[in-house]
């Protein structure tokens, strides 16, 4: 079963502008993490909140978290063609590994 | 490191017959996880390994599924007898130990079921 719905399903933006997507989940959490998904290819971490933070910086990303909303959400600054992938929101219910990935948000970042 | 390595990449087989897929995940990783990827249902845990136990195997769809880990630097993941609706991308991943929460994907298997 799928914990996170994204939105929007799909972006598509220029160059240098910035991305933002958009998580929801449905239960208490230990953690949300964000994953990138190259087309064809594996997914990769890119980023954890854990539950009792509510924003965190890693390079051009930025992922807030409202646990009072059960929302979560993944900013990209100054995007790059090569930012292109799909991007997941997962949950960690427990804090003992079993994540549960959101239906994800495809970005498509034009030159 | 290599990083998580799935074998075959792809798969294209006869419904009815054996599928085994096979992952290495990072060595001194002690966790290992299958996933399935499919447009309808997205990505679906269906079975996990903490020091080589199976711990959590309630993903996994029915009984033609079953995963084993013989060793720390080895899992299976086997289908029989395979069905057409059980086309999808199969991935494999690792984890370190409990202080590192980030999963680390392998390439994935691409099977298709004829």
């Known amino acids: 079963s799928q914990q996170g719905e994204e939105d929007p399903q799909a972006l598509s933006i220029q160059e240098g502008e910035n991305a933002t997507m958009n998580c929801s989940y449905k239960?208490?959490?230990?953690?949300l993490q964000w994953y990138r998904q190259n087309s064809g290819r594996g997914l990769v971490h890119l980023i954890l909140?854990?539950?009792?933070?509510r924003e965190k910086h890693s390079g051009r990303l930025r992922v807030t978290l409202d646990t009072s909303k059960k929302s979560s959400s993944l900013l990209i600054t100054a995007s790059r063609a090569a930012d292109t992938a799909s991007y997941f929101c997962?949950?960690?219910?427990?804090?003992?590994?079993?994540?549960?990935f959101g239906t994800g948000t495809r970005l498509l970042v034009s030159p | 490191d290599a990083g998580v390595i799935q074998s075959p990449r792809h798969e294209v087989t006869e419904m009815g017959q054996e599928v085994t897929l096979r992952c290495k995940p990072i060595?001194?990783?002690?966790?290992l996880f299958w996933y399935r990827q499919t447009m309808m249902r997205g990505l679906e845990l269906l079975i996990y390994?903490?020091?080589?136990?199976?711990?959590?195997d309630s993903g996994m769809p029915e009984d033609r599924f079953s995963a084993k880990m013989p060793n720390a630097s080895f899992s299976t993941l086997k289908i029989q007898p395979s069905e057409p609706r059980d086309s999808a991308v199969y991935f494999c991943?690792?984890?370190?130990?409990?202080?590192?929460?980030?999963?680390?994907f392998g390439p994935g298997t691409r099977l298709t079921v004829t």
């Open positions: 060595s001194g990783h002690n966790s």
């Open positions: 239960t208490s959490i230990n953690n």
């Open positions: 991943a690792s984890r370190g130990d409990r202080s590192s929460y980030e999963q680390y």
């Open positions: 390994f903490n020091n080589n136990v199976p711990i959590d």
């Open positions: 909140i854990r539950s009792n933070e």
């Open positions: 997962a949950t960690d219910n427990t804090g003992f590994q079993k994540l549960v």
